[in-house]
């Protein structure tokens, strides 16, 4: 009997594939499984359609999933942490914590998809990656700050000049 596997079948072959196989083998086992289907010139034709309609559809998330990694490696992601002496952190830069800030950048992605290939333990930039699709990979600029250097900025003459002016 003839069958047109649907799924890739280690035993028989790969998806697509029209295979000559017993009987038995096709009716217990194959076609209740979901595995096969009978090789009529109709489901050939169907699942051709499928496969393509399928291939469409891949090419398209592909291409925006490249658009979106093209955002995402021009864009820079802060993180401000407190630190100890030294320039260390407390603690480590989790992707949770850069999933928040993607977040309110108005990036829609995964936590799981971003990767860290060393921990972050201290002040500096670091480049994360952000799985996006099957193929696309984007490179993500992340700079941990001082949350402290922030609140504090050091004083300016210009600013000084107008903190008097106020006070008069």
Known sequence: MKVL???DFDL???AGDIKEVKDGYA???LIPQGI???ASPSSIKSFEEVRRQQGRKILRETNDAKIIASRIE???VIIKVKTADEGKIYGSVTPTMIHEV???KGYNI???KISIPEHIKSLGEFVVDVKLYTDVVAKL???VEDEEATLEEPKTEETEASEEGKSE
């Open 36 to 38: 096969a289907t009978f």
């Open 27 to 29: 009716r217990n086992y």
């Open 102 to 104: 993607l977040v309110q």
């Open 141 to 143: 600029k992340v700079n």
């Open 110 to 112: 995964d936590k799981k």
């Open 12 to 14: 028989i072959g790969s």
């Open 5 to 7: 596997l649907k799924k």
């Open 74 to 76: 021009t864009d820079l």
